[in-house]
């Protein structure tokens, strides 16, 4: 596609329970980027990845949030027993290395 | 650690007037500075960025922006504003390297009023 792909674009899930957010880059971008955007607040990085290799995760608030990017392109962030403090916009971005990053329009995540 | 102060949170400016966006920055070197703007149900959209060189730099839709080092500045202005403008503007500095783990402010929301 033209550009960076999130899905789904909307998640409802119970508190306690596993969700896998998607997100496709745009086709050939080596550089992908993880935020979270709580509600009312600017995005707050979580993770980096350059190619396959997830280079920073310092921004992972907890041992319950993973990413992965297997084969450098599509990836997916997973957050395991969820809880109410998750409930944010996740936005994915991806570019070229040291180029413009693109981002997508976010999976809004709701933990009822 | 790097840090964004974007002391606005509201906004408020009549369709045709000038805007002025204020942000501050915590940043040990030379920092990468950027603004964004975020219309309802879409992604961040990168407005321009500051690097290096020329300390007024030009963007899209008719924005710019001044690096000032020595009040740690990069406010974001517009001469004539329109109503398309309305939307969410956020300050963001970046380490060395640029686009990587970019600190983000906490926005400011832009109302434009006819």
Same mark, same amino acid.
Request: proline share 0%.
């Given at each position: 596609g033209a550009g960076v792909s999130q899905s789904p674009r909307y998640k409802v899930a119970k508190r306690g329970q596993d969700v896998a957010l998607r997100c496709d880059p745009i086709s050939g971008h080596v550089s992908l980027f993880w935020y979270q955007q709580a509600l009312g607040q600017g995005p707050e990085f979580l993770t980096y990845f350059q190619n396959e290799a997830q280079l920073d995760k310092s921004g992972l608030p907890s041992d319950r949030f993973f990413a992965e990017r297997p084969e450098g392109s599509v990836s997916t962030l997973k957050i395991q027993?969820? +809880?109410?403090?998750?409930s944010a916009v996740y936005l994915c971005a991806s570019s070229l290395k040291g180029q413009e990053a693109f981002f997508g329009q976010g999976t809004r995540l709701t933990v009822v | 650690a790097q840090s964004v102060t974007q002391p606005d949170i509201h906004i408020t400016v009549s369709e045709g007037a000038s805007l002025e966006l204020r942000c501050n920055y915590s940043y040990g070197a030379t920092p990468y500075l950027f603004w964004y703007v975020q219309s309802p149900g879409q992604g961040l959209q990168l407005l321009l960025k500051y690097f290096s060189g020329d300390t007024l730099v030009q963007g899209i839709k008719g924005f710019e922006a001044e690096f000032k080092r020595s009040q740690s500045s990069f406010n974001l202005r517009k001469p004539s504003v329109h109503w398309s403008d309305a939307a969410e503007y956020f300050c963001a500095v970046g380490a060395?390297?640029?686009? +990587?783990k970019v600190t983000f402010g906490i926005g400011t929301k832009l109302q434009v009023i006819p």
């Open positions: 027993r969820t +809880q109410q403090e998750d | 060395s390297g640029g686009y +990587q």
